[in-house]
Each structure stands twice: as structure tokens, then as C-alpha cells.
């Protein structure tokens, strides 16, 4: 069965236990190293954590993403340590997707929902080996987890402040590695997953990230965090490397159409309103939902909502008219009928064009998509400008870089 | 492999009346039994050398009339014996109290201002019962999802209260989930009445007279009735095994078949719903439709592929609570006890010694603590004196339910039990003297061992707390109320489910109804 802290009893573990509480903020492993580089103290909240959203010029950073190699801490990500003979049957169980079909060694995106088909969240699950996997997600799910277990001969941990990670993103990413001596870098494919030497042990290193560029993410213990971000950074500058923060981060997410947690959609779990929690097929995310894996959680939900045509929402990407980012912009028919909402909106320096990702209320957005508009209000020295623009349904993802699964990439 | 329209496991009385139901239908049907014997908890078993008794419920008086009717319970030789038995306070030294008819039409014993206000207070009980009592013979309403029935049937409610008029409407839902305790002490001042409210409003609940909603179990209890009585009892002539008896021979009329000595091993889920049963020795026997009389939480978690269901139903499984906190007593005895302040006629219905509400509370108060009471409240019956075929000519049998022993009990069952015992048999001894030299033989079923004779999780009779959260619309649990189940093909008919526990035959009747709408 999973595993619990202990209650703490004395005086003293109790005192020790509330640190917390003189830092409203964690810190991550890798705090030295972002304090040292933060010039425009933009920090944000992540989970609990001190992030940067940006460290010294959001522009710059996104195009480290996309010109050079960008380094992101994704050390606040949430992270489950899925181990034992029942592991593959309780993820199987679990997420939407076929994890028989996932190979030791290899990762994938997937989702999960509660017993009403709602999403609880999505993340990417790594499996480790037969029998050990890692679930990455926004989201705390411990309760969740161990009540799943129930049953299964499974132990479940969760090991975000025990495990470190960094996402180094970019066309150079990998020349970079290579030259860091990650030897054999090129030849992982995306979603692979593979252990490299570190002082110390070894670094686990996938070909993964959040950009739609190529892109590894690395995880290591956290004793180990700053000798792995000393090891890439000293190797780092013919290769342009940066490091980003957030803001950065998500006008690449956006570019490449993946979609957060409690910005793009509202996990079951957080959502105060009944009618916030969305299906799989709500936040296109339908193609995960695999009936022909058996039984896992939501299912006969997500079932029954497909066969009584429940699912009343459709995530769509959107390319808008103008260069005014349309965040949280209210959609309209006809300029009229209020359909949808933008979540995600940003002008793609890489698409060159205004995009957005958006929230409509079906038959919109799945069988009328014409005459659609945005209202977009620009404030400008307190007074609103009031935009009303086209807006075009399109495809996902709204940039697609060859390199993304070129193997091996691109050596610089 | 054989095949069925329809498997019933678990052959309790329940389970009984489904499989008896679902086979006049014209479907074939099988009981699956665990134990060597039908019945289940509705049983009578020698527990010495000539001397039987109702080895759980020894009273019956929630047998619906409905289930009665529909199985022509009486022509297969359901006999209620001389009718309704008196219930009569017990206590040391005291006077007793005696109330006869339905839950004391008439009262004896009692100064003529305290029986009025018993009249009125009875009467008030029984109309607001009367509003509740249609909610028994129909599925719970599904929440969020309320068809035409549900609807008329909360209106039908609306309708009756309305009927009461506006006070009493007012004065229903001040009441509803008021505890039992108060109650008795806005209308009465005798403690002994107080007492026996007190008692039967938490008989068989985790619940002292004093904790919220106490009040709900007196109403389950004044909802039953014997030949069209409320709130009447009778002890079943032949004990239970002899209503269990009735119900085989109606089930084997309807042309069921049994198999005893049978214990499942899981229920086998194909594409979502329920395939085939297979035995513990291994061997799959086919069924269209499988019927759990059991437990929700031992069909689900002992008898399922964990897998084929979902987390939070799980969880919520898991959380049912179903932690009994009574213990049953047998005692084989010589000759019948004297007692002494009892005339003889009123000793062959149910003694209780529940002295005060205080006295009751006090005995729940360890229970909360995973104690048992030193002093438990505790109904006694001597069967033996209206059928002499329960005990060897001239000796007597003695049944007695003892509250508060709690499933959990701290220092464990193992040595409690003595314990336990000696804290019962002290205390019969001082209200009915004489007593224990009577004593031939002494058996206490502690829950554990409730639990592991009749396989009734927690030893509980309701197979799960039957309290306003786990109850109605919220059993047996909530989000999935009613007979049926996640699993297609799959339904409960057991104490779990609504209304609850007790020799009623009414989650065995609902669950036949609703699954020959559903599989017609």
C-alpha cells in the first residue's frame, strides 16, 4: 500500500516540520543559481514554490528557446513514484491512455478523470522500468493515488522535493548535451527515456518538454541539482544557453498547443463550480481516451457522456485578425451570441500570427465555426479600446517544427 | 458450465425474496450460499444440547406486508404465533412499565397523565412515520437524476404533510433529525419510558439518545408492523429459521434452486458487465444478471476485479461505516426465571432494561472509546415460553441483545469477551434474581463473532450504519443509491441497501422490482 508521513507527535518535529512558515515561498534546488541570474525579480508562484517568470528579458528568453538552448526549472512539477508487481495495472487503471502499450524506458502524456469522467489533471507518466513509473503534474493527487491503490500491490510516494528537474529546450539542446558528455544524446528519440553517468550516480534524462521544440528534460537527486546545473551551464555558452522563465515558457506551450492545468481547463479536484469540471473530450483531449484498453477510471462516464452527447464543450485553437494578444477574451457568434472564452492567448513570434487557445460551448467551435469573433478590450492609459476580430478556427499545434522529432537532431 | 437467468449470492432473507421474485418472472434462478444453511442471520440454531434459539434478530416486526403478500409467506407456514407481544420495562427493584399492542396502544403500569401524554406522543410519531413509511417501498431517488416516479413520490410526501396541517408540518421538520432524548423529555417524565425510547431509537446504531438524528431509528422501528398493526412484535413461532424456512419454500415454489456449502469466489465483469460467477473451489457458473445479497462493501471489494471500478466509488465503499455495537446473548437455562414483578403473561414479549436515558447514554459512552458498557441497555426475550419445541421440556431458553460492544474494541474480543459476559450476566441477575444459578449454558456473540458466522462485516445487522448519511438517497452509499451498480449486470439486494436492515424483506423486495423494470 502507499506510504505516509508519519504523524509528527513531539514538540520538537512539530517545530521542525513548520519551517513553511518563515518562507511563504520554497525554494527550489536550483535557488542559488536562479537568485544569481534573476535581474528583473519577476518571481512568481508555482505550486508553492519561487518561480521566475521571466529572469532578464522576456523576448530574449523565448527565442533561447528557439534559436539556442533554454534552461527551465521544472523542479516544482508534481511528482509520483509509482513502484511495485501491480504498477502497470494500476496506471493502466488509472490514466486514460494504454500504459501496456508504454515500454519500460519510454514516456507519455496522458490524463486522468475522477469517476464522473472529469479531468483530475494531465502530466506525462515515465516508466522507469517494468515495474517502476513517475507521474509528473500540476496538481497534488496523493490521496487519489493511495485510495487507487487499494487493491493493487503498488507503493506510492510522492518524490517532488526528493527529485530535482530541468528542461533544457532548444535547437542546440542537444549538441549541447553532447558536449557536456552525455554521450549517445542523439540517438534518443522523443519520449525516450535514458540514464546517464553524473557525479555521484546517474541523471535521468528524456527527450521531452513543454515547447514544441526539441528538447530533453533531466531529473536528478536534489543533493545533486546544482552540480548538474553547474555541468550544463559551464558547457552551455557556444550553444547560447539561457536560462528562462515562465513567461517565456508559455508563449511556446501556446505556439505548440499544449495545454496547463487551471489556465486552459479546471481540474475536477479545484474546480468550487459543478460546472467547471471538464471531460477529456471537453479540452481535446479525447484522442487519449482509449476504449480499447479496458477498464479504467471514468470510463463508463465518459461512455455514457459520448453516447448521450453530454460533452458540451470543445477546445479549439484559434487564429485571430490584428496583433492585440485576446487573453481571456470573451468569444462571440455573430458578433452576438456569447460562445466561448480564449485561455491561452499570445501574438507567435514564430507563426507570426495571433493565436490563442479557446473554450467553446459545442455546436461551436465543432460544427459552426464560421463567423466567430473575439472582443478583445485594450487598455491604454486608463482608457479601453475596444476590439471586436475575426477569429478562425485552426489546427493544433499552431507551430510545427520538424526538429522537434528529428533523429538525431541537428548538431551544432 | 451451468447457466442462469439470474444468480442470487448470498441466500439471507433477502436475497431469498429477490431470488423468489426474479423467479416468478419465469427466470431461472440459483441462490448461492456460503454457509450450510438459508436464512442467513434470520436463523434459528441449537446453541446447547436441546436448546435453539434466534441466533440474531429474535424479533420480528418489520416483515412487510407487501413482501408477505407477494410471496403468500403464510400458506408456506410463516406463523406469527399468539400475536403481538408485550414490551415491558425491566430494572432492579422497580416496577415495571408494560405496553401493550403496536409500541403500547395501552400502557400499564404508568400514572394515567404520563399515558396521555404517551397517547399523544405515540400518535405524533406514528403520523410523522406515516409520511416516511411510502419512501420504503421504492428505490431510493437518484439525486440529480429524478424520474417521474421520484418526483411523485416526494410530491405524494409534500402532499401528506400538507395534509397534517401547518403546524404539524412545522413541528415534522423541527423534529426530523432531533435526538431521541429530547424527544422523550419534551413529552414524558417517566424515565422508564424515556428509557425504552431511548433504547429502541439507537438500538443497532452507533449512536447514543443524546447524539443528533437518534430519533430516525425510533421511526425505522414504528414503520414496521405485524398484521397490520405499527410498531407491533411477535416472536416467530419456531424462532427465525422459521421465517427463513417460509421464504426457502416460497423461493422453491417459485421454482428457484439453491446450492448451500457454496461460497463465491469473485464475480467475473466482461465489458463492463457482470458474466459469470465463479465458486472458491473454481467452478463458473454463467448467470444473466447476478444478485449480491451480500454486504455492498464485501460484494465490491472481496468478490469484483478492483479494476472494473472506480476510485472514488471505492473510496466511498470504504468508508461506509459498518462497525457494529451490539452483542447477542443466549442463555440455556433450567426452568424459567422468576420475576417476580412480572405477572407470567407479560414475560413471553420483550423485557427491556433501559432504566433512563441517562442510563442508556451512559452505556454509549465507552462504546465511543472502543469500550464496552458496564452497564449495557439490554432486550430480553424468553422464547421457550410460547414455543416449547426451542428449549427441553421444562427448561427455558433465554435471548437477550446487549448494547454497547463495540466491533472495535480496544483490548480486543479475545479477552473482552469474558469480560463482557460477566458484566451482562451481573447485571441480568440484579434485575431478575436468581438467575444465574439457573444457568445451564451461556453463549455472547460478540459482533467479531456475528461477523464471522454470518459473514456480516463489523458484525453490523444493517450491513452498514443505517444513519441520515447512509441512508435513503445515501444508500448504500451516496451518488449511487439504490439496487443497482457501476457494474452492468450487477445488483445489491441486501441490508445495505435502502431502507436498511432488519427482518423486513423490503431491499429484497425493491431490488426485484427494480430489476425486472430495468431487465425486462
Request: charged share 25%.
Amino acid at each position: 500500500m502507499g506510504s505516509m508521513r508519519p504523524a509528527l507527535l513531539t514538540v520538537a518535529e512539530r517545530k521542525a516540520a513548520q519551517g513553511h512558515i518563515q518562507k511563504i515561498k520554497f525554494d527550489t534546488p536550483f535557488q542559488p543559481r536562479l537568485d544569481a541570474l534573476m535581474h528583473t525579480a519577476e518571481w512568481y508562484d508555482w505550486a508553492g514554490y519561487r518561480a521566475p517568470h521571466s529572469l532578464w528579458s522576456e523576448e530574449l528568453e523565448y527565442f533561447a528557446i528557439r534559436s539556442q538552448s533554454a534552461l527551465f526549472d521544472i523542479s516544482p512539477m508534481v511528482k509520483y513514484r509509482i513502484e511495485g508487481p501491480d504498477a502497470e495495472a494500476f496506471c493502466n487503471r488509472l490514466t486514460l491512455r494504454d500504459v501496456t502499450r508504454l515500454k519500460p524506458g519510454r514516456v507519455h502524456y496522458t490524463a486522468w478523470c475522477d469517476d464522473s469522467g472529469h479531468v483530475l489533471d494531465d502530466g506525462t507518466l515515465f516508466r522507469l522500468s517494468e515495474t517502476r513509473f513517475r507521474l509528473c503534474c500540476q496538481e497534488r493527487h496523493l490521496p487519489w493515488l493511495l485510495d487507487g491503490a487499494f487493491g493493487f500491490n503498488v507503493t506510492i510516494s510522492e518524490e517532488t522535493e526528493d527529485v530535482a528537474g530541468l528542461a533544457l529546450q532548444g535547437p542546440t539542446s542537444c549538441a549541447l548535451l553532447k558536449a557536456a558528455g552525455f554521450e549517445g544524446i542523439e540517438t534518443m528519440k522523443p519520449f525516450d527515456i535514458r540514464e546517464f553517468a553524473h557525479p555521484g550516480g546517474t541523471v535521468t534524462v528524456s527527450r521531452t518538454g513543454f515547447t514544441g521544440d526539441l528538447g530533453y528534460e533531466l531529473f536528478v537527486d536534489t543533493p545533486r541539482a546544482l552540480s548538474l546545473w553547474d555541468r550544463l551551464w559551464e558547457t552551455g555558452g557556444p550553444y547560447g544557453l539561457r536560462a528562462i522563465g515562465y513567461a517565456a515558457l508559455n508563449t511556446a506551450r501556446i505556439e505548440a498547443g499544449l495545454i496547463v492545468a487551471n489556465a486552459d481547463f479546471i481540474t475536477a479536484e479545484t474546480a468550487l463550480r459543478a460546472d467547471r469540471a471538464r471531460l477529456p473530450d471537453e479540452i481535446g483531449l479525447d484522442w487519449m481516451v482509449d476504449l480499447k484498453k479496458g477498464p479504467f477510471n471514468g470510463r463508463r462516464a465518459i461512455e455514457a457522456a459520448r453516447r448521450d452527447g453530454k460533452a458540451r464543450f470543445m477546445l479549439v485553437g484559434l487564429e485571430i485578425e490584428g496583433n492585440v494578444p485576446a487573453d481571456h477574451a470573451i468569444i462571440y457568434h455573430r458578433k452576438k451570441r456569447e460562445v466561448g472564452l480564449v485561455t491561452a492567448a499570445v501574438w507567435s513570434p514564430t507563426a507570426k500570427r495571433n493565436i490563442a487557445i479557446a473554450s467553446l460551448e459545442r455546436p461551436y467551435g465543432d460544427s459552426i465555426v464560421d463567423d466567430l469573433w473575439v472582443e478583445i478590450y485594450a487598455l491604454h492609459e486608463l482608457q479601453y479600446t475596444k476590439l471586436m476580430k475575426r477569429a478562425k478556427v485552426v489546427s493544433k499545434p499552431f507551430v510545427k517544427l520538424a526538429r522537434r522529432t528529428q533523429t538525431p537532431p541537428g548538431d551544432f | 458450465m451451468t447457466s442462469s437467468d439470474a444468480i442470487v449470492i448470498g441466500g439471507g432473507h433477502n436475497g431469498l425474496i429477490a431470488a423468489a421474485l426474479l423467479a416468478r418472472s419465469g427466470r431461472k434462478v440459483q441462490v448461492l450460499e456460503a454457509s450450510k444453511t438459508l436464512g442467513g442471520a434470520a436463523c434459528t440454531e441449537e446453541f446447547a444440547p436441546g436448546f435453539r434459539v434466534s441466533a440474531v434478530a429474535h424479533l420480528l416486526n418489520q416483515m412487510h406486508p407487501e413482501v408477505i403478500k407477494s410471496l403468500k409467506l403464510e400458506s408456506h407456514g410463516l406463523s406469527f404465533g399468539p400475536g403481538a407481544a408485550p414490551t415491558v420495562t425491566l430494572s432492579a427493584g422497580g416496577a415495571p412499565a408494560i405496553l401493550h399492542g403496536g409500541y403500547g396502544e395501552r400502557l400499564d403500569g404508568v400514572a394515567s397523565s404520563e399515558a396521555a401524554a404517551w397517547k399523544e406522543l405515540r400518535a405524533l410519531l406514528l403520523r410523522q412515520t406515516g409520511i416516511l413509511k411510502r419512501f420504503l417501498t421504492s428505490p431510493p431517488p437518484k439525486i440529480g437524476n429524478l424520474n417521474r416516479k421520484d418526483i411523485l413520490s416526494f410530491g405524494s410526501a409534500g402532499f401528506a404533510l400538507m395534509r397534517l396541517g401547518r403546524d404539524e408540518m412545522r413541528e415534522f421538520m423541527r423534529m426530523i433529525l432531533m435526538n431521541i432524548a429530547d424527544v422523550a423529555d419534551e413529552h414524558l417524565s417517566d424515565d422508564r419510558l424515556k428509557g425504552l425510547l431511548a433504547f429502541d431509537g439507537t438500538l443497532g446504531h452507533h449512536l447514543g439518545p443524546r447524539s443528533p438524528t437518534s430519533l430516525l431509528g425510533l421511526y425505522y422501528r414504528l414503520a414496521g408492523e405485524v398484521s397490520g398493526t405499527a410498531g407491533a412484535q411477535v416472536l416467530p413461532q419456531g424462532g427465525m429459521g422459521a421465517v427463513a424456512n417460509a421464504l426457502v419454500k416460497a423461493a422453491e415454489a417459485a421454482g428457484v434452486s439453491f446450492r448451500t456449502g457454496t461460497p463465491v469466489g469473485r464475480i467475473e465483469v466482461e465489458n463492463g458487465r457482470a458474466a459469470s460467477v465463479v465458486l472458491e473451489d473454481g467452478e463458473t457458473l454463467k448467470a444473466g444478471i447476478v444478485v449480491s445479497a451480500l454486504n455492498p462493501k464485501t460484494t465490491f471489494t472481496d468478490l469484483v476485479d478492483i479494476r472494473e471500478l472506480d476510485i472514488g466509488f471505492v473510496r466511498k465503499l470504504r468508508h461506509m461505516r459498518m462497525a457494529g455495537n451490539v452483542a447477542k446473548l443466549h442463555l440455556a437455562l433450567d426452568e424459567p426465571p422468576e420475576i417476580d414483578a412480572l405477572a407470567s403473561e407479560f414475560q413471553t414479549g420483550r423485557m427491556v432494561i433501559a432504566p433512563s436515558s441517562d442510563y442508556v447514554e451512559r452505556a454509549f459512552n465507552p462504546a465511543k472509546y472502543g469500550a464496552f458498557s458496564e452497564n449495557p441497555a439490554i432486550e430480553l426475550t424468553l422464547p421457550s415460553l410460547t414455543d416449547p419445541t426451542l428449549a427441553p421440556s421444562g427448561a427455558c431458553v433465554l435471548s437477550a441483545i446487549v448494547q454497547y460492544a463495540p466491533y472495535h474494541l480496544r483490548e480486543g474480543w479475545a479477552s473482552g469477551k469474558a469480560k463482557f459476559m460477566e458484566r451482562t450476566l451481573t447485571l441480568l441477575e440484579s434485575a431478575v434474581p436468581g438467575l444465574r444459578k439457573l444457568v445451564r449454558h451461556a453463549e455472547l456473540l460478540t459482533p467479531a463473532d456475528i461477523e464471522a458466522r454470518y459473514r456480516m462485516p463489523g458484525g453490523h445487522w444493517h450491513h452498514g450504519e443505517l444513519q441520515a448519511d447512509q441512508m435513503f438517497v445515501s444508500r448504500p452509499i451516496a451518488g449511487h443509491a439504490g439496487y443497482d451498480t457501476p457494474v452492468e449486470g450487477l445488483y445489491l439486494c441486501g441490508a445495505g441497501t435502502h431502507p436498511g436492515g432488519g427482518v423486513s424483506g423490503l431491499p429484497g423486495l425493491n431490488a426485484a422490482r427494480h430489476i425486472l423494470t430495468r431487465e425486462a
